[in-house]
């Protein structure tokens, strides 16, 4: 089920991100955030500081030595997630970590299993590409139907080796918060919304469409 919240801009966007991690996210949560300019996590997560899960993890990594300049994770510490997560003292996970990339798959698909099992409810923060993609999930990707909770792939991107959420992993989740704005993923949307379309091995962002979660759909854009 996706609710649709018409958005005028991401500043609004993100408070309304906010308010609804606020009604959902408690102390059994694990509260997992992706990367990309649509989160701005400064405003959904650390201002208000009453965001509180039992754990954050990240969604997808792009593969590199710890805090690169080109990481999700480095969005995150400068945003002030880290610091937050600290001095609360709650638990935060990240993917890198100096190993090599096989390794580094293995390690995360491990530990996610293991929070999978931890905590009772599961939150995404998401976002979607104008390909359709959905964390480090893209077109023909093995991530749309491994059996891991965690793949490491080479992806047609700008910057393509990818650890990643698999779409096994998100089926265990009960909520997802996706963000999306900018006309030029007006088409993407669309197609996301489709109920003629299905194909989540070739438009990976269908998932939310057909998934038992709720999905809260935060845009500016009018479908």
Request: glycine share 8%.
């Amino acid at each position: 089920m996706i609710d649709k919240v018409l958005v005028k801009d991401k500043n609004e966007g993100n408070k309304k991100a906010h308010d609804i991690l606020k009604k959902i996210v408690d102390s059994r949560t694990l509260l997992a955030l992706s990367g990309g300019t649509s989160p701005d996590y400064q405003k959904m997560i650390v201002e208000g500081g009453d965001i509180n899960p039992g754990c954050i993890c990240i969604v997808d990594e792009r593969y590199g030595e710890p805090f690169h300049a080109n990481s999700n994770e480095l969005l995150l510490k400068n945003a002030g997630v880290k610091d937050c997560a600290d001095g609360k003292c709650l638990e935060s996970y990240k993917i890198l970590s100096g190993k090599g990339f096989e390794q580094t798959v293995e390690d995360y698909d491990q530990l996610i299993a293991e929070l999978l099992g931890r905590f009772p409810k599961r939150v995404g923060v998401m976002g979607i590409g104008s390909n359709l993609h959905t964390a480090g999930i893209f077109p023909n990707s093995v991530a749309a139907h491994s059996p891991n909770f965690v793949v490491g792939e080479e992806v047609d991107d700008e910057f393509p080796k990818r650890v990643t959420l698999t779409l096994k992993a998100f089926g265990g989740f009960q909520y997802f918060v996706i963000l999306v704005f900018g006309k030029e993923k007006k088409e993407a949307l669309e197609k996301m919304l489709d109920e003629n379309e299905n194909d989540m091995q070739k438009f990976p962002a269908v998932f939310y469409r057909k998934a038992q979660a709720k999905s809260y759909l935060i845009t500016d854009i009018a479908v």
